[in-house]
């Protein structure tokens, strides 16, 4: 089934004017008007009929009018209570969309409870979105460390954080981010969106990412491999040996650092001369499970 025709954006606008909205930089508030990227987001999610998809940034629900069509559960974040109402005025198909007004995260290392506990703990779901550029890697990152993570993700972000997602080791974009995904989804970019396709019109280029989880995949070690990769890739043309050493500093005793880092290589596989740069995800992973336990350093 299709969406129903929408207003012109004129007329959107107008009644956006009306309530004395005006689109706030820092909350990434910029609404995707192309209908045929709207459509093409949505199809290239293709949720199950009944499937719950989450869609973080619903805005004016133009992308929701169509994942609602396409027979999904739809679970809406949206920041802004007054976006959620004028949706649900314009588009009386919303009606039955769980909305939840609040923040997608509680902070940059934790989901906002009140999105946290209405999420599907067992079964497949996905995520769709038009993903506010500020939020969108931390976002991503703690979406994929859930125990009941997505089944897959099909979000529209800032076209460099894209090419991060779809990056392989060796790739001058390869780094924290990609890898943490890259552990549990495999990643490739699927539209490339203008920025002249937006108002207001954002000072960067944005493309949709495609992620689905890998078949197989062993549990990923969450907040304690996203800080290693922080720590790894913040000397990313470095040999591993070198920050791996420095990561290991209160977890073995002082002076043991160096040859613990090297004991650790060896075990996982990896040339010690190796850059961060070039070590695959396997590897990497590798060396977190095989982390001596300690404090957890100041690393993001």
């Avoid at 949706?87 to 934790?110: N, W």
């Avoid at 790739?171 to 970019?189: K, M, N, V």
């Avoid at 000072?203 to 890998?214: D, I, P, Y």
Wanted: with cysteine; aromatic share 4%; net charge positive.
């Amino acid at each position: 089934m299709s969406a129903p025709p929408r207003p012109p954006w004129s007329e959107i606008q107008a009644r956006l004017t009306e309530l004395g909205f005006s689109p706030a930089k820092q909350r990434g508030q910029n609404f995707l008007v192309d209908e045929g990227d709207v459509r093409a987001i949505a199809a290239w999610a293709a949720p199950q009929p009944g499937e719950t998809v989450l869609e973080v940034g619903v805005g004016l629900g133009f992308l929701t009018r169509h994942l609602v069509a396409a027979g999904a559960r739809v679970l809406g974040v949206e920041i802004d209570p007054r976006l959620i109402g004028l949706a649900q005025t314009l588009f009386p198909e919303l009606s039955a969309v769980e909305f939840v007004a609040a923040d997608a995260l509680a902070g940059k290392h934790r989901l906002a409870p009140q999105l946290l506990q209405r999420l599907p703990t067992a079964g497949p779901w996905m995520v769709c979105a038009n993903l506010p550029y500020n939020i969108a890697s931390p976002l991503l990152a703690l979406l994929s460390d859930l125990e009941a993570p997505p089944r897959a993700m099909t979000v529209l972000v800032q076209a460099e954080v894209a090419e991060r997602l779809a990056a392989a080791p060796g790739d001058p974009a390869w780094g924290a981010l990609g890898a943490r995904l890259s552990a549990g989804y495999s990643a490739r970019i699927v539209r490339r969106v203008p920025a002249a396709h937006f108002r207001p019109r954002p000072r960067v280029e944005s493309a949709v990412v495609r992620l689905e989880a890998r078949s197989g995949a062993a549990a990923v070690p969450g907040a304690e491999f996203g800080r290693l990769l922080a720590a790894l890739f913040s000397q990313r043309r470095k040999t591993l040996k070198h920050p791996l050493a420095a990561y290991l500093a209160g977890r073995v005793p002082p002076g043991a650092e160096r040859g613990r880092a090297l004991e650790l290589l060896s075990q996982a596989g990896i040339d010690p001369q190796l850059r961060v740069e070039a070590v695959p995800v396997e590897g990497l992973l590798a060396l977190c499970r095989g982390l001596p336990p300690g404090p957890a350093p100041g690393t993001a």
